[in-house]
């Protein structure tokens, strides 16, 4: 029998509509007409009472078709779909299990009920993608649930589990065991009942204008360049004012204007940018090795962080440091930072939790168990040569061996080992716990096993997997001196810092070049340009060099490129620095701040080009994700490579 999008079959009085759209079962074209079709057909069936609304494999609905999303509208559109559910005659149970996330959850909004999965999670991250819900959500889910609980889910990426979807009314009942059988038996328990008013049919309560001042405080806050949370406040607000017909009609005009702007494009090329990337098909036939146990040499900042998000994905982790003063150093750091996150996360018994599972030792026999170990000690090939040295004689013979370098060539570490297969570099991004991204770094001898288990480590820690070939500064760190390269060049020709950070701030960075090596010290770049000299290596005289002599290293100094009081990151314009640096300046000029943003992006793209070139990076794919999750590039702007492309059509 040919695979329909959308299976119906009769069960005890009850139609079982199942949308069958592998892998997500997203709402397209095809869906959408036989759901219209069957809604009819069950409305005439004269054996039919009610309808069950389910979805086949792992989850309900994930969703609109996204793919859709850059081709003209088909009717019927998802909206018609709904109005259709809606008006029937008889009523519709939606099942959710797994997922019912955008369209996913409006379908479920135009059905007289809801039930849910014990796992089941809803949400509508339309604004993700740099749109709103397009097919009722900003209008039905307020309806249904109250203003003050809808807001967060439709303009805040708030998901809600099953439970959490009860207490709100969001769902009627959360069923156990068989799906269908428990959906089945709702449904025929429902059909005694007087039916539930329509989401549409129930009243709205307006918020005080003070919570929607909050409200707009809370959203500017976390959108930052992103206009689709605050389209989402504006739909509400109108079906709020004007009623539901105005608000379902002001919802699809800013969804259909959203739909087509270029934030929405470059934040749909990240969401298969990003899936793509985590599972890249030369790898999907070769299966990871098994990970279970995990082992850190170095326990400073990397290491400390590799470690919370190993902990944070359930990996047990032994983590080796020279001597009890490091160990006890470490164990601080370690507890702290899983207390703060444990806070933040609001389960502070979290943190002990994730504590238990690790050892913290000076014995790198202790690693003799592990499956990975990720090495984290200093930026120097000597001192990682000796620990590369002792893992190789410590380790399993088929446990992986990575290093965390930022700049060295995995090749000369692997060299030394007896099997220089198991060997590639994982490169974490400070904060380890935090920053997504991943720079996956083989040698020629990396077996394909091996770096498997890298991508699928990756995935476990929730991170984004880039693979890079070997270079100074592999993909990302190369960019970035590309990147500080054009900023430092725009400076000598007499262009203010802050005119150049303050432009990178207005294109939607979080901070600028300068702001950037303030917070990370000037210290760290200046160490490795004079380890450089020292090897005899001709490196030019840098300012950071008269800075950092001069003892100004950054915001850990309490001054930099900028002056900082003690207790505020507040950067301040310099006097000193500009006596220290007047001999390397032309006389002030000004630029327009869009002018320098364009400037410094496209030398990102221009190096991220040679780097494609040289098969360093597989794409321009690679490169924006480099960017966006290690370097915070703006994500509705897509990436380096994206945006230049999007400007140049
Ligand atoms: N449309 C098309 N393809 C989708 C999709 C979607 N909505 N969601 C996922 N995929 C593909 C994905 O590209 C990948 O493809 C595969 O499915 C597995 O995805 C009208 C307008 C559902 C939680 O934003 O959050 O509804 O790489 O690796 O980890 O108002 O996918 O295998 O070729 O992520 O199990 C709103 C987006 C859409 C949800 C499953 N919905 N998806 O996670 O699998 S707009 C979303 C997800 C909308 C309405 C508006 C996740 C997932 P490939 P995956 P997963
Ligand atoms: P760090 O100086 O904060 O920590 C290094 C740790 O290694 C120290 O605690 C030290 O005691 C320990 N150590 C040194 N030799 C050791 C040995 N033989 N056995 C056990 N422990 C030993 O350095 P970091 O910032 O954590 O960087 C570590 C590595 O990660 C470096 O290669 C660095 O280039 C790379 N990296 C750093 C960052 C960053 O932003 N800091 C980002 C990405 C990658």
Redesign the pocket.
């Known amino acids: 029998m040919t695979r329909t999008a959308v299976e119906y079959a009769h069960h005890q009085r009850i139609a079982l509509v199942t949308i069958d759209n592998p892998?997500?079962n997203?709402?397209n074209l095809a869906v959408r007409n036989r759901l219209m079709e069957l809604v009819r057909e069950i409305d005439l069936d004269p054996a039919i009472d009610a309808a069950v609304l389910m979805g086949a494999g792992?989850?309900f609905v994930?969703?609109?078709?996204?793919?859709e999303?850059g081709r003209p509208v088909e009717a019927p559109t998802?909206p018609e779909v709904i109005a259709r559910i809606e008006g029937a005659r008889k009523p519709w149970v939606a099942a959710v299990h797994?997922?019912a996330?955008?369209?996913?959850l409006?379908i479920t909004l135009g059905c007289r009920y809801r039930i849910a999965s014990p796992d089941a999670k809803l949400g509508?991250?339309?604004v993700?993608?740099g749109?709103?819900?397009?097919?009722g959500?900003t209008q039905r889910l307020p309806r249904l649930i109250g203003l003050a609980e809808a807001i967060p889910v439709i303009a805040e990426m708030k998901t809600l589990a099953a439970k959490a979807a009860l207490a709100l009314g969001l769902v009627d009942s959360v069923i156990e065991g068989d799906r269908t059988a428990a959906a089945v038996a709702f449904a025929q328990t429902v059909l005694a009942k007087p039916l539930p008013a329509l989401c549409i049919e129930r009243p709205l309560t307006d918020l005080p204008s003070e919570t929607w001042s909050e409200v707009g405080r809370r959203i500017e806050k976390a959108a930052k360049g992103n206009p689709a949370p605050h389209r989402a406040i504006e739909a509400i607000r109108h079906g709020v004012g004007h009623g539901i017909e105005a608000g379902l009609k002001q919802e699809r005009a800013i969804?259909l204007e959203l739909?087509g702007s270029r934030e929405a494009a470059a934040l749909r090329h990240l969401?298969?940018a990003e899936?793509?990337a985590?599972?890249p098909a030369r790898l999907r036939e070769i299966a990871p090795l098994p990970l279970n146990r995990a082992g850190i040499v170095g326990g400073g900042t990397m290491g400390v962080g590799i470690a919370a998000a190993l902990r944070g994905a359930g990996l047990p982790v032994i983590l080796v440091e020279r001597d009890a003063e490091a160990v006890q150093r470490t164990g601080e750091a370690l507890e702290n930072l899983l207390a703060a996150r444990a806070r933040r996360s609001g389960d502070p018994a979290t943190a002990a939790l994730l504590m238990r599972d690790v050892t913290l030792t000076t014995s790198i026999d202790d690693l003799k168990d592990c499956d990975l170990v990720v090495e984290a000690v200093f930026e120097d090939l000597a001192v990682k040569r000796d620990v590369f040295a002792r893992l190789d004689a410590g380790c399993r013979a088929d446990a992986i061996l990575a290093t965390n370098t930022s700049y060295l060539d995995p090749r000369r570490l692997a060299d030394g080992l007896r099997d220089p297969g198991r060997l590639l570099g994982i490169h974490f991004f400070s904060p380890a716990h935090i920053m997504k991204l991943l720079e996956i770094v083989p040698t020629p001898d990396t077996r394909p096993e091996v770096l498997a288990t890298a991508f699928s480590l990756a995935q476990r820690l929730g991170k984004i997997p880039v693979q890079s070939g070997i270079c100074e500064g592999f993909i990302g760190n190369r960019i970035l001196r590309r990147y500080r390269g054009e900023a430092e060049a725009l400076w000598r020709s007499g262009i203010a810092i802050e005119a150049i950070d303050g432009a990178m701030r207005a294109f939607g960075f979080a901070m600028g070049p300068f702001e950037v090596q303030d917070l990370a010290g000037l210290d760290i770049s200046y160490l490795q340009r004079e380890a450089a000299r020292a090897r005899g290596e001709t490196v030019p005289e840098a300012p950071g060099d008269i800075l950092v002599r001069a003892g100004r290293k950054g915001q850990k100094s309490g001054g930099g490129w900028y002056d900082y009081v003690s207790g505020d990151r507040t950067p301040r314009v310099s006097p000193e620095t500009a006596r220290l640096l007047s001999s390397l300046l032309n006389e002030r000029r000004e630029m327009a701040s869009a002018e320098i943003a364009e400037r410094l992006v496209a030398a990102m793209a221009d190096e991220g080009g040679a780097i494609i070139a040289e098969g360093i990076a597989a794409g321009p794919n690679e490169v924006d994700l480099v960017e966006v999750h290690g370097y915070g590039f703006p994500r509705w702007k897509g990436g380096p490579m994206f945006y230049r492309n999007q400007q140049a059509s």
């Open positions: 892998p997500v997203a709402i792992k989850v994930g969703g609109a078709d996204i793919n999303f998802l797994g997922v996330l955008g369209g996913g409006e509508l991250p339309e993700n993608l749109i709103i819900p397009g097919a959500g969804f739909r969401f298969f899936r793509a985590m599972r």
